[in-house]
Nanobody, 127 residues
Framework: QVQLVESGGGLVQAGDSLRLSCAAS????????LGWFRQAPGKRREFVAA??????????YYEDFVQGRFTISRDNIKNTVSLQMNGLKPEDTAVYYC??????????????????WGQGTQVTVSS
């Protein structure tokens, strides 16, 4: 069983930055693929970023709309994954979820490929 707890959301103005963190319980954290997704009101949950497990070199992936603005990172000692968000836009407003995929070859951009989810943290960007 893996528990994920997000933190760091809030209300900011356009152009500001936020850093989301997700603390994970469970064993073998370094073997998880970790992802961030978001869901805005009335919209489907969408992929934001992911980072592979250490054995895969920690390769990172980003959705096109966050390229150059968001950075995903992981700390295998602290069992955390973070999402640094710079240059926030009103369209980034959503509930942000972290997710853990325990299977080798997790399809990073597909929510169905992840085994565990956090409860989400709200990010609101005002114009």
């Amino acid at each position: 069983q893996v528990q994920l707890v997000e933190s760091g959301g809030g209300l900011v103005q356009a152009g500001d930055s936020l850093r989301l963190s997700c603390a994970a319980s469970g064993r073998a954290f370094e073997s998880y693929t970790l992802g961030w997704f978001r869901q805005a009101p009335g919209k489907r949950r969408e992929f934001v970023a992911a980072i592979r497990d250490s054995a895969s070199g920690g390769k990172v992936y980003y959705e096109d709309f966050v390229q150059g603005r968001f950075t995903i990172s992981r700390d295998n000692i602290k069992n955390t994954v973070s999402l640094q968000m710079n240059g926030l836009k009103p369209e980034d407003t959503a509930v942000y979820y972290c997710a853990a995929g325990l299977q080798a070859g997790t399809v990073v951009g597909w929510s169905g490929g992840y085994d565990y989810w956090g409860q989400g943290t709200q990010v609101t960007v005002s114009s």
